[in-house]
């Protein structure tokens, strides 16, 4: 697997992020005024980042707020993510396998999420896994990001690697855009945040654990 770059979103692909995201929505939103939504109605809006969490819990409450509303009370939630970013948030079952088999064999390992690096950075050393990847890329480390296909094709530069032998995985249309978008095979995990089932997205593979991912990625990786 040498020349093999393996490129992964972050929440709902590799870790479990959505308990510590909904509990720090939930408290921007009471600080608000608004009542807490529940996790089902807010968990398939995650992969569309923390902003449309806060407008999607108004919206529930027959308002739509103004980009001023909406700015301080995204800057009130990222601090209070910030200061609470792994209270239970885990990496999904299989990840540090799959990663330490990819590492051993020799592949690139690189992020690709629309969370700011920084929040990055911070998650994947707090549960001590930031030492698998070899390039860590958010929404702010580039001019674009995802759709955009540059960020991942960013990612893969900046992980030593090239388009041509290179493999996404994700568990949303915004990672399955992208992926197309920049001529790579993706990968689709059954386990995380979207509106759309991801069998429904057209991914090359699917898996519903991480126990079926090495035998995903040798169909879909690049000859």
Same mark, same amino acid.
């Given at each position: 697997m040498s020349d093999l770059t393996v490129v992964f979103d972050l929440d709902g692909t590799l870790i479990d992020t959505a308990p510590d995201l909904i509990r720090?929505?939930?408290h921007v939103l009471e600080q608000a005024g608004y009542a807490r939504v529940t996790p089902e109605f807010i968990r398939p809006i995650i992969s569309f980042g923390t902003r449309e969490m806060l407008r999607a819990g108004i919206r529930a409450h027959g308002e739509t707020p103004t980009d001023d509303h909406l700015d301080r009370l995204f800057e009130a939630l990222i601090d !209070?993510?910030?200061?609470?970013? =792994?209270?239970?948030?885990?990496?999904?079952?299989?990840?540090?396998?799959?990663?330490?088999?990819?590492? /051993? @064999?020799?592949?690139?390992i690189a992020i690709c999420t629309n969370k700011r690096e920084g929040l990055t950075r911070q998650l994947l050393d707090a549960l001590d896994l930031a030492h698998h990847f @070899? /390039?860590?890329?958010?929404?702010?480390?580039? $001019?674009?990001? *995802? $759709?955009?296909?540059?960020?991942?094709?960013?990612a893969i530069r900046r992980a030593g690697g090239q388009r041509e032998h290179a493999v996404m995985v994700g568990d949303s249309s915004t990672d399955v855009l992208t992926a *197309?978008? =920049?001529?790579? $095979?993706?990968?689709?995990?059954?386990?995380?945040?979207?509106?759309? $089932?991801? @069998? *429904?997205? !057209?991914? #090359?593979?699917?898996?519903?654990?991480? @126990?079926?991912?090495? #035998?995903a990625l040798a169909r879909v990786r690049p000859a």
């Open positions: 720090s929505t939930n !209070h993510y910030s200061e609470n970013i =792994a209270v239970e948030s885990r990496p999904f079952p299989g990840l540090t396998e799959v990663l330490t088999r990819l590492r /051993a @064999d020799g592949a690139r @070899d /390039a860590i890329t958010g929404r702010d480390t580039f $001019p674009v990001h *995802k $759709p955009d296909p540059n960020h991942l094709l960013g *197309k978008a =920049a001529h790579v $095979p993706v990968v689709g995990v059954t386990f995380g945040y979207t509106e759309t $089932p991801v @069998d *429904k997205l !057209h991914c #090359d593979a699917v898996i519903s654990h991480y @126990d079926e991912f090495l #035998d």
